[in-house]
Nanobody, 120 residues
Framework: QLQASGGGLVQAGGSLRLSCAGSGRTFGSYNGAWFRQAPGKEREFVAAVTWSGGSTFYADSVKGRFTISKNNAKNTVYLQMNNLKPEDTAMYYC???????????????WGQGTLVTVSS
């Protein structure tokens, strides 16, 4: 089970940090990722981190602005979002357990989503 938190309303250029806490050994053994879905659009990949934390993957639209990390001791994955833009507005979902880090359909576990709204 995954619990996402940290969303909110922020002005363009601001920052937010999302957290996704897993129960059991969710992130200690599995890849973790963040996806997002804006109104009227399909869910899209944002960032992923391998189970060891040794490799990370980012969508081109967030490279250089977002950073994904994980703390296996706390069984938590984070998404630090800096220099936020209005187009980053979406519901953000965390996911765990996948053999293909950037593919949503490959993930077995999903959180409930946390809303990020960026005003211009």
């Amino acid at each position: 089970q995954l619990q996402a938190s940290g969303g909110g309303l922020v002005q363009a250029g601001g920052s937010l940090r999302l957290s996704c806490a897993g129960s059991g050994r969710t992130f200690g053994s599995y890849n973790g990722a963040w996806f997002r879905q804006a109104p009227g659009k399909e869910r899209e990949f944002v960032a992923a981190v391998t189970w060891s934390g040794g490799s990370t993957f980012y969508a081109d639209s967030v490279k250089g602005r977002f950073t994904i990390s994980k703390n296996n001791a706390k069984n938590t994955v984070y998404l630090q979002m800096n220099n936020l833009k209005p187009e980053d507005t979406a519901m953000y979902y965390c996911a765990a357990r996948s053999t293909k880090p950037t593919i949503a359909s490959e993930y077995n576990y999903w959180g409930q989503g946390t809303l990020v709204t960026v005003s211009s």
